[in-house]
């Protein structure tokens, strides 16, 4: 089953605004990652957050992380026409054995548009 | 560097046809996978290979083997395939196994299956 969910499952804007997309999910992780994909094409890292961190930024992205909630969101500040894609969170999480084989676990994605 | 690479881009099969669908990473990654991505799913996980020799199951191996002979090549086989593997086959790789690495994907291959 899916790890993450993200919410909402679309999101339209206009240029300028800016955009934010939530990921939820549901056993305890060792880190949370955001990526993206364009049309037709494969995924992009963006950026990772560990677990014991609660913020982190690149540029125009913020992403937070609650553990308690089990929640992360993901903001864009000041959209561009070029940012329209699909957006992923994949979470990363410790085996039975204890250590943390690059699985990832991907929820459905938000497809974000903005309109020039 | 080229990155992944995946082909064929596009393929369409008859069901019961068998085919392989070609993975090559030229970053000496050690950790490479699959996944399918279907309309509302996401992107779930076939297998997945921690180094040349080693290949385990992800979470829908079922109708797919893999093999890992070198580092560069992963390959996906489909045995015989079934309308239901109709879907967008991923190939990703990191560096290592740890799941803090950030992981680098092909393009797709987009699979019909009639």
């Known amino acids: 089953s899916q790890q993450g969910e993200e919410d909402p499952q679309a999101l339209s804007i206009q240029e300028g605004e800016n955009a934010t997309m939530n990921c939820s999910y549901k056993t305890s992780i060792n880190n949370l990652q955001w990526y993206r994909q364009n049309s037709g094409r494969g995924l992009v890292h963006l950026i990772l957050i560990r677990s014991n961190e609660r913020e982190k930024h690149s540029g125009r992205l913020r992403v937070t992380l609650d553990t308690s909630k089990k929640s992360s969101s993901l903001l864009i500040t000041a959209s561009r026409a070029a940012d329209t894609a699909s957006y992923f969170c994949a979470t990363g999480y410790r085996n039975a054995g204890g250590t943390s084989y690059g699985k990832l676990t991907f929820g459905q994605g938000t497809i974000l548009t903005v309109h020039p | 560097n080229a990155g992944v690479t995946q082909t064929p881009k596009f393929q369409v099969l008859k069901t019961g046809q068998s085919m392989t669908l070609q993975c090559a990473q030229d970053?000496?990654?050690?950790?490479m996978s699959w996944y399918r991505q279907d309309p509302g799913m996401g992107l779930r996980l076939i297998h997945y290979s921690v180094g040349a020799g080693i290949t385990d199951q992800g979470e829908v191996p079922n109708g797919y083997n893999v093999s890992r002979s070198t580092t560069e090549d992963f390959p996906l086989r489909l045995l015989s395939a079934a309308p239901s593997q109709t879907s967008v086959y991923f190939c990703?790789?990191?560096?290592?196994?740890?799941?803090?690495?950030?992981?680098?994907f092909g393009p797709g291959t987009r699979l019909t299956v009639l």
């Open positions: 990703a790789s990191s560096l290592s196994g740890s799941s803090y690495n950030e992981q680098f």
């Open positions: 970053m000496n990654h050690e950790y």
